[in-house]
Nanobody
Framework: QVQLVESGGRLVQAGGSLRLSCAASGRTFRSYVMGWFRQAPGKEREFVAGISWSGSSTYYADSVKGRFTISRDNAKSTVYLQMNSLKPEDTAVYYC???????????????????WGQGTQVTVSS
């Protein structure tokens, strides 16, 4: 069993930066593909970024490519999402997710992940 706890969300001005963290409990974390999703009010939860167990493979939604960077530190059981050049449309609750069934293939849909955090609110003001 793995528990995921996100942190780092807050109110920021457009053009600013934030780094979200996701702390995982459980030693098996290091073998999981990890991802970040987000959900804005009235919208479906959408994939933002994903990373393989080793960090050698990363994937991004087109809307964040070039602005966001996902990374992980397996020694610290933590996944990060560095968000730069933030836009008001990035406002959402951001969720960390883990896929215990894959080490390499990064899934792009909610059903690919079986562990979820509680979410952290990111608000970007214009």
């Amino acid at each position: 069993q793995v528990q995921l706890v996100e942190s780092g969300g807050r109110l920021v001005q457009a053009g600013g930066s934030l780094r979200l963290s996701c702390a995982a409990s459980g030693r098996t974390f290091r073998s999981y593909v990890m991802g970040w999703f987000r959900q804005a009010p009235g919208k479906e939860r959408e994939f933002v970024a994903g990373i393989s167990w080793s960090g050698s493979s990363t994937y991004y939604a087109d809307s964040v490519k070039g602005r966001f960077t996902i990374s992980r530190d397996n020694a610290k059981s933590t996944v990060y999402l560095q968000m730069n050049s933030l836009k008001p449309e990035d406002t959402a609750v951001y969720y960390c997710a883990g896929n215990s069934r894959s080490m390499v293939r990064v899934g792009l849909t909610r059903s690919d992940y079986d562990y979820w955090g509680q979410g952290t609110q990111v608000t970007v003001s214009s």
